[in-house]
């Protein structure tokens, strides 16, 4: 199994440019997670699916950002308008179901917004 | 409120030594704790997940327990090597599929 897959692993962009961020989960899993990671906050969720629907995205910090999942095998994370203070890494996780419930992180994307 | 807490935050020792990182959660009807290793600039590797039933967890030099009773996990790493240097976290699944990480803890170990 290849793991959790992210796109790209690298983005550099503008203030005010539209970023998106993709992951492709493990297959068979059902559940997907977005987090971000920055040194002050450390690990934070922002949002994730069950079966490809949205759950919980009380952890999205503004209307700026928004995911989707249109199947089971892709999700997109895309922040428009960027600012800077989105500077982070972006970590997608994948887990099955059932117990025991472990979860799978992908690699990462490194986002900085200048 | 649920919590996840590594103290110390960041711990160097020399080669060899066999070491302790400490995990505490406020609130003991869990569901899972899991260990990860974050190296600089990489994702996170999943190292030992303990079920709630479970006690403790082993793979190589790593041994994870786990007492809900007091809230707390160990990660015990036997005959630490310089690769073994990372950041640890500490990760716990309650009810609501979210898994709530503590700060971590950096490991140096020194050749």
């Known amino acids: 199994d290849a793991g959790v897959i992210q796109s790209p692993r690298h983005e550099v962009t503008e203030m005010g440019q539209e970023v998106t961020l993709r992951c492709k989960p493990i297959?068979?899993?059902?559940?997907l997670f977005w987090y971000r990671q920055t040194m002050m906050r450390g690990l934070e969720l922002l949002i994730y699916?069950?079966?490809?629907?949205?759950?919980?995205d009380s952890g999205m910090p503004e209307d700026r950002f928004s995911a989707k999942m249109p199947n089971a095998s892709f999700s997109t994370l895309k922040i428009q308008p960027s600012e800077p203070r989105d500077s982070a890494v972006y970590f997608c996780?994948?887990?099955?179901?059932?117990?025991?419930?472990?979860?799978?992180f992908g690699p990462g994307t490194r986002l900085t917004v200048t | 409120k649920q919590e996840v807490t590594q103290i110390p935050a960041a711990l160097s020792v020399p080669e060899g030594e066999n070491l302790v990182l400490n995990c505490s959660f406020t609130?003991?009807?869990?569901?899972?704790l899991q260990w990860f290793r974050q190296d600089p600039g990489k994702g996170l590797t999943s190292l030992l997940l303990?079920?709630?039933?479970?006690r403790e967890q082993t793979s190589g030099r790593l041994n994870a327990s786990l007492d809900k009773s007091s809230g707390r996990s160990t990660l015990y790493i036997a005959a630490s090597q310089p690769g073994d240097s990372a950041t640890y976290l500490c990760?716990?699944?309650?009810?609501?599929?979210?898994?709530?990480f503590g700060g971590g803890t950096r490991l140096m170990v020194k050749p």
């Open positions: 996780a994948s887990r099955k179901a059932g117990p025991p419930y472990e979860q799978y």
């Open positions: 990760a716990v699944l309650w009810a609501g599929n979210m898994l709530t």
């Open positions: 609130d003991s009807a869990i569901y899972n």
């Open positions: 303990i079920q709630s039933s479970q």
């Open positions: 699916f069950n079966n490809n629907v949205p759950i919980d």
């Open positions: 297959s068979g899993h059902d559940y």
